[in-house]
């Protein structure tokens, strides 16, 4: 079974300017995370998808930060623009079910390494 | 407020003894708890859970307690090994429809277990 896929890997941007994380989800898993890893911290939840719809995007700043999962698989997330504040892993996860109907673990892709400078 | 605290940010023990990793919550509504373990430029993977119906999941050489009078769960590692070096997450969740906390995990901090050979 393949795992969640990521890319890029890494990226480094300077502040003001726009970045893309792709995320594939493993198939058949319904629900679909993004996460903001910022060093010596634990992961935190950006966005929460159920298939194709928010669930919970309470911790993701929209000023700057948006999210979309089309057709409830592959998703895309996007900073623009880009602050110092943002240098972070961010990390895909994805389970079977979720959302608020019942809990499955979460299986999370290698991530996207972001410096802004 | 952090809901999930890891007071030890790293840990070091000698193979073949004892690992114990702390974890401390504060929202009572949490009635479902995971550790995950993750190895550098990986993400984290799922290692074992408990539900809060019970105080005790065992899995190998893998053991995670609960106390919910506390609110402390605990993951011993017995006999520890050079591979189990990495930095383990521990994360609390909601499994209930109605829980708030339904479907989405809150994250510690983290803490670096290094066995020594």
């Known amino acids: 079974e393949a795992g969640v896929a990521q890319s890029p890997r890494y990226k480094i941007i300077e502040k003001r300017q726009s970045v893309a994380f792709w995320c594939n989800p493993i198939s058949g898993h319904a629900t679909l995370y993004w996460y903001q890893q910022i060093l010596g911290q634990g992961p935190k939840l950006l966005i929460q998808?159920?298939?194709?719809?928010?669930?919970?995007d309470s911790q993701l700043p929209k000023d700057r930060f948006s999210a979309e999962r089309l057709k409830g698989v592959d998703s895309t997330l996007k900073i623009q623009p880009a602050k110092l504040e943002d240098s972070a892993v961010y990390l895909c996860a994805s389970s079977l079910a979720g959302g608020r109907a019942s809990y499955n673990e979460q299986f999370f892709g290698p991530g996207t390494r972001l410096t802004v400078l | 407020d952090q809901q999930v605290k890891q007071n030890s940010p790293s840990l070091s023990v000698q193979e073949g003894r004892i690992s114990i990793l702390n974890c401390d919550y504060t929202?009572?509504?949490?009635?479902?708890f995971l550790w995950y373990k993750k190895y550098p430029a990986e993400g984290p993977t799922f290692l074992i859970s408990?539900?809060?119906?019970?105080d005790k999941n065992e899995d190998g050489r893998f053991t995670v307690f609960l106390n919910k009078s506390a609110k402390h769960l605990s993951l011993h590692i017995v006999p520890s090994q050079p591979g189990d070096s990495a930095v383990y997450f521990c994360a609390a969740s909601g499994i209930l429809v109605e829980n708030t906390n339904a479907g989405k995990s809150t994250f510690g901090d983290g803490t670096t277990l290094t066995v020594k050979p």
């Open positions: 998808f159920q298939n194709n719809g928010v669930v919970d």
């Open positions: 929202n009572s509504m949490f009635d479902y």
């Open positions: 408990i539900s809060s119906i019970k």
